[in-house]
C-alpha cells in the first residue's frame, strides 16, 4: 500500500515561532501537496510540488513557505507562527497521471498559543 | 476556477439503511475526474470511489456507487446497507484530466458532509 506519513500527530507551538512539518512519501510520487482544514471551510490548498526543488503556490500560501530537497519528502514551513495558523495539516503525494489518486498522511493537529 | 458545492453539513443514517450524500460541481472542462473521500475521526483521508467524466456507467465500490449527471454537474454518492465503520466526514473533490501546467493535478475539495450512523 501507498504510505505518506507526516512527522507529528500534534504538535503545539508558541506565537512568534519558526515551524516545521514534514511529509514523507514511499512510492515515488513526484507530485506533492499540502493542504489545510479548518471546520466548515474543508480542505485548503496551501501548497503544492511537481518536482524536486520545484513549487507552486496554491489557494492560501500567505505566511508558509515549502522545501522539497528530495523526491520523498516535503516540508511546509510557518516562518513566524501565528494563532491563525492553528488548524490540522494535511499532506498528500500523488503521481503525473490523469487518472492519479491522492494518496492522504494522518494529518498533524497544530496549535498555536 | 472550478467549484465544489456539498449543500448538506450533517446527515444520518440507520444502520443497515441507505443514505445518499449530494454534491454539484462548476466547470467549464468536458473532461474531468470526480472522487468521494473519507475522513473517519483517526483523521486519515481515504479514496472512496472515482468517476471518469467521459464514462457513462457510473463507478461502483462494494456498497458505495455514485449517482453522475454531467449535464446537471451533479456527483451524489449512495452508501447501501450502512454500517457503524461508515461513520466519517464525507468530501467531494474535482480534478481536471487534461495538462496545462503545473497546477493541474491539484484537487478541489468541498466543505465536507459529516456523516453519522446510529445503531
Known amino acids: 500500500d501507498v504510505k505518506v506519513t507526516q512527522s507529528s500527530r500534534y504538535l503545539v507551538k508558541r506565537t512568534g515561532e519558526k515551524v516545521f512539518l514534514e511529509c514523507v512519501q514511499d512510492?515515488?510520487?513526484?507530485?506533492m501537496f499540502w493542504y489545510r482544514q479548518d471546520p466548515g471551510l474543508g480542505l485548503r490548498l496551501i501548497y503544492f510540488s511537481y518536482d524536486v526543488k520545484m513549487k507552486e503556490k496554491g489557494d492560501i500560501p500567505e505566511g508558509y513557505s515549502v522545501s522539497r530537497e528530495k523526491k520523498e519528502r516535503f516540508s511546509l514551513i510557518l516562518e513566524s507562527a501565528s494563532t491563525n495558523q492553528t488548524s490540522m495539516y494535511l499532506c498528500a503525494g500523488g503521481i503525473s497521471k490523469s487518472t492519479d489518486t491522492q494518496y492522504f498522511g494522518p494529518g498533524t493537529r497544530l496549535t498555536v498559543l | 476556477a472550478q467549484t465544489v458545492t456539498q449543500s448538506q453539513p450533517e446527515m444520518s443514517v440507520q444502520e443497515a439503511e441507505t443514505v445518499t450524500l449530494s454534491c454539484t460541481y462548476d466547470?467549464?472542462?468536458?473532461?474531468?475526474?470526480l472522487f468521494w473521500y473519507k475522513q473517519p475521526p483517526s483523521r486519515q483521508m481515504i479514496l472512496v470511489i472515482r468517476q471518469e467524466a467521459y464514462k457513462q456507467q457510473n463507478a461502483t465500490e462494494n456498497r458505495f456507487s455514485v449517482n453522475f449527471q454531467k449535464a446537471a454537474k451533479s456527483f451524489s454518492l449512495k452508501i447501501s446497507d450502512s454500517q457503524l465503520g461508515d461513520a466519517a466526514m464525507y468530501f467531494c473533490?474535482?480534478?481536471?484530466?487534461?495538462?496545462?501546467?503545473?497546477?493541474?493535478?491539484?484537487?478541489?475539495f468541498g466543505k465536507g458532509t459529516k456523516l453519522s450512523v446510529i445503531p
Open positions: 512510492m515515488d510520487h513526484e507530485n
Open positions: 473533490a474535482y480534478r481536471r484530466s487534461s495538462y496545462s501546467g503545473a497546477g493541474s493535478y491539484q484537487l478541489t
Open positions: 466547470t467549464s472542462e468536458s473532461d474531468y475526474y
